[in-house]
């Protein structure tokens, strides 16, 4: 990884409104948190599990954050032509990847999964948490890399990557894959879900993945792996005059 173009992606992201809409994305499920324990609280597990840590984080805050991330960590430079200034470098271009990568992944990462790990200890206050706040904690960790290096991928591929991505994320894992369980095994969503109920000791009342949960590791690593592959190989047949 080049801790060059790391340190400059990182100072990038975090000085622009990108940081911002990040931190009120990760005050998004501490709020609901809130909200619930305020109010009567009704089967906590399955709510936490289901509607809280699924439903809103893994299912929508996890993916767009990642999308808005992945795609200008190294699209937006390719799209206004100043990618041309790090292409003409003699870097390795799995370097070039590796590092933005790394850069969009702890920018989300750090908002994000804390946020979970705390939502779901509030939600949870009073009740066995049964590892479900850890599980999804680590669900979350893992699907941020995934995401990363899907939507770095999709950056490198089309110019139309976050048209592409929100369809991805709202038509694919939002229909597609709840409506068919049969597409598990193509669908992050899933895998994430499988990590958290590996983690957890809830009952299957409350939380079930449909995915096994070391199924869900091994894949959830292979996606992320094999994104950045393809992309760095990608990246290798750009030619300077596609930036220019």
């Not at 699209?75 to 799995?94: C, N, Q, S």
Request: proline share 2%; with cysteine.
């Amino acid at each position: 990884m080049n801790g060059t173009i790391f340190t400059l992606t990182l100072r990038q992201f975090f000085g622009q409104k990108r940081s911002l809409l990040l931190f009120l994305l990760a005050l998004v499920p501490l709020g609901v948190a809130l909200i619930y324990r305020a109010g009567d609280q009704i089967d906590p597990h399955d709510w936490t599990a289901n509607v809280l840590l699924d439903g809103m984080v893994i299912t929508t805050i996890v993916p767009l954050a990642c999308l808005i991330f992945g795609t200008s960590a190294l699209g937006t430079e390719i799209e206004d032509g100043t990618a041309v200034y790090i292409l003409a470098r003699p870097i390795p271009r799995g370097e070039i990847i590796v590092a933005k990568f790394a850069a969009a992944a702890l920018a989300v990462g750090v908002f994000i999964v804390p946020a979970t790990a705390l939502s779901g200890f509030i939600a949870l206050q009073g009740a066995s948490g049964q590892g479900i706040a850890a599980g999804f904690s680590l669900a979350t960790l893992l699907g941020v890399a995934a995401y990363t290096g899907v939507f770095i991928l999709l950056s490198v591929v089309s110019s139309r990557a976050l048209i592409f991505g929100l369809g991805y994320v709202f038509i694919w894992e939002g229909i597609v894959t709840e409506l068919f369980t049969g597409m598990r095994w193509v669908s992050v969503r899933q895998y994430c879900l499988g990590v958290a109920d590996l983690v957890s000791s809830t009952r299957k009342d409350d939380f079930h993945a449909e995915l096994n949960g070391v199924a869900a590791l091994v894949l959830i690593a292979w996606v992320t792996l094999t994104a950045l592959v393809l992309a760095t190989r990608r990246l290798q047949r750009i030619e300077l005059t596609e930036t220019d």
